[in-house]
Every structure is written in C-alpha cells, then in structure tokens.
C-alpha cells in the first residue's frame, strides 16, 4: 500500500516539482508588483493573472505529457488542457494533472497502434497530423465535455478545504502530513497535492496558508534542537550541523532519520505542525507562492507584505512546541545506537528474504557514484556534495559523483547511496548497481568506509 501511495504521489509530484521555478517566478511578481505588494506596479502586475491561468497549467500539463509519451506527449498535454482552460473560470491546475497525461496516454497508444503500418517516407507526415487532429479532437472534448466536470470538482474541493478552515479544524491535518514527510512522502504530499491548491488560493484570496502546511521548517527544528540538547552519541553530535542544512537550507529530509531511529518523536513533529497550522490559521499567515525548498529564506521570501509577524510566529511556535515535546520523549524512550544498527541490519536481512540482490563491483573500476533520494533535489544533493567532498580530499576527485531521484538513478551507476528505507526501489532502478545503505545523511559512517574501500584499491 505504502509502495502504491509513494508511486501515485510521485506521479503528481513529478509535473510539478521540474517547474517549480515558474512558480517561484510567478510568487515573486505577486508579492512585489501587485497592487499590495511592495512595489505596487500596474503594469507588471497584469502577467499575474495570465500566468496563473496559462502558463502554470500548461506547463504542468506539458511535463504530465512528457513524462508519459515524451515530447510528443508534452505537446498533445498542453493542446487538450487549454480546452479546459478556455473552458473555465478558475486556474485548472487539478485538470492539467489529469489531462496533460491521460492525452499523452493516448499518443503513445496510437503511436503504436499505426507504428507498423506506415509506409516510408511518409512517417512525418503521418506522425504531426496524428498528433494535431487527436489534439484537436481532445481539446474540443476538454472545452464542451471535461471542463464543466473539472469547474465542479474544484468548486466541491474549494468548499470542503473552506469548511476545515473556517471551523480551524485545518490544524488537524498535521496528523496525517507529519508521519508522511517521515516516510519520504514529503515532495509528493507538497509539490503534487498542497502547491496547486495553495495556487488557486492565492489566485483569489492572494496568500495561502497550504504552502506552510508541509513546508513550515520549525517543526523539524525542533527535533533538531532537542536533539542537541537530549540526545546521545552520533544523535547529539550530528544535529547542530543538521539543523543548518534544514533550517537554512531547507532539506528537511535531514530531520527523518532522526524520527526513524525513534519513531515516538514523530508525536512530537505532529504537535509542532498542529501548532504552526493554528497560529496562521488564527493569525492569517500564509504565502504568496511556494517555499521550495523549505528554507527559512524561501518562507520568507515568499512572505506578503504586512504578513511577516505571523509566518514567523507559525515557525517559531511549531519548533518551540516540536522541541518540548521530543525532549522527554529522547529521555524516556531513547536506545542506544547498537540497537538502531541492529534493527537495520534486521531490515536488510528482511528485504534480502524479498529477493533483493546485493550487488558486488570491482572497487578499482569505480567511475560513477549516485546518491539517490525519493525526489532526487533534497538530501541526494547534500549527500552527493558531502560524498564528493571526500572523495576529493582522498585523491580520488575523478570518481563522478551526482545525485538523481531513486526512481530515475542512471544506468550508468556503479555505486548506489541511498536510504535503508529506499533500498527496494533503489535495487528495481537500477539492478545492476552495488547499494551502500545509509541512516544518517550527516554524519554516515559508510562514507568514509566507502571512500577507504575505493582508496585501497588505486
């Protein structure tokens, strides 16, 4: 269940996260140039309206294409979505996520229906009038027969978020989102779910409190932080560097094996977030656009004019609350680090059991490392940096070392890092590849293993 949850959010989250960019863009010019913003500008400000409508939608919709028949697929997403577009009165993010690949579906099935019936020279022509009439045809049906749908179930979505938030219930969602971030559902609970519909708040209220429902880095600080104060061994010794890289940098998932060594902290995590979700929702907080990644500076960033006092407070309160709790709970329920080494080793011998190989590679001919995490842009980029950083300092610099998304990990992958709780969707990515398994993205011991391994063998 868990593996099809993860597959289905990665999905959605995956058209929005490589366009974050023209999100973060399009936050900036609302916060700045709207008529409230900070420099007030008329005509600036007009590429507000559009962009939501058009260019967010469809780029959304171009990449659900692409993702599922490539290019052609990218290009027949975007025709049928602005059926729906020209069709509705309020941004069709939903929409675009459904449409942009369901359409590419259907290219890439009748792409392969016609492929072996058509006679040379003529693949060109075959292949764009294909790909426009069914586009065509899909975006009549997205303007007269989809559209009208989509309006609706976005108008019942819109009254069903306004009852949690007008009866403060929205505080309640911390139950649920806080134990997902955990599991490494956090990109996909925030960039497939919260973003598009923190989009079409801020389109008519403009702020919206979704994007700090997830993305709020004050309760993973205080984990960090108590951490720091209550913790023992590696636990202590590694959280003040981890809480720079969360809280200043924004990987938050930097604080999740923190809470997989012990698991009750998660109670901790979960009364934070309720907590920072309460101070907005009393106070009025929220974003113009979203804060990715999660760093104190995109937060704030993203803050509108006149709303700082209580985005601050939502963070300061949510690490405040997160810290007293995690720390009786390190004091009481707190185990050693022999017994979090063993129940991995347990793990990896339960996984084992499943089938999962474990791939042996020649040290010597090493050229090409991956460090993959469920997104590929978080922790994979911090421990890619880190990894690369000793390897360097070995003399080993010729080594590649990049980061990917563990569903997406080259092929060309000699060694793999990664999670413990990702290796199974390491091992289907990528077969071949050696795994080196890790529980702590700061302070791992298998680095430097790894590094004296590839060191002996030069």
Known sequence: ?????????????????????????????????????????????????????????????FTGGYNVAGFRGGVIGAIATMGLIVGSTVPMFLGAMLIGPFSAFLMKKFDKLIQSKIKAGFEMLVNNFSLGILGAILAIISLKGISPIMTALNSAMEAGVGFFVDNKLLPLASIFIEPAKVLFLNNALNHGILTPMGIEQVAKAGKSIF??????????????????????????????GAVII?????????????????????LAVMAGGASGVFTNVVLGGGLVGPAAPGSIFAVLAMTPRGGFVPVILSVLISAAVSCIVAIPLLKIFGKDEDLNAAKAKVQDMKLASKGVATVTVDAKDVKNIVFACDAGMGSSAMGATILKKKLTEAGLGHINVVHASVSSIPQDAQIVVTHTSLRERAARSNPNARLVLITNFMAAPEYDLLVEELKGSK
């Open 1 to 61: 269940m868990k593996e099809k949850i993860q597959a289905f959010g990665r999905f959605f989250s995956g058209m929005v996260m490589p366009n974050l960019g023209a999100f973060i863009a399009w936050g900036l010019i609302t916060a700045i140039f709207i008529e409230v913003g900070w420099f007030p500008n008329e005509s600036i400000s007009a590429m507000v309206g559009p962009m939501v409508t058009y260019l967010l939608p469809l780029l959304i919709a």
């Open 211 to 240: 994007f700090l429902l997830e993305a709020n880095p004050g309760p993973g600080l205080g984990i960090l932080l108590a951490c720091c104060i209550a913790g023992k061994g590696m636990v202590k010794s590694s959280a003040p």
């Open 246 to 266: 969360h809280f200043l940098g924004g990987i938050h998932e930097i604080y999740f094996p923190y809470i997989l060594m012990q698991p009750t902290l998660v």
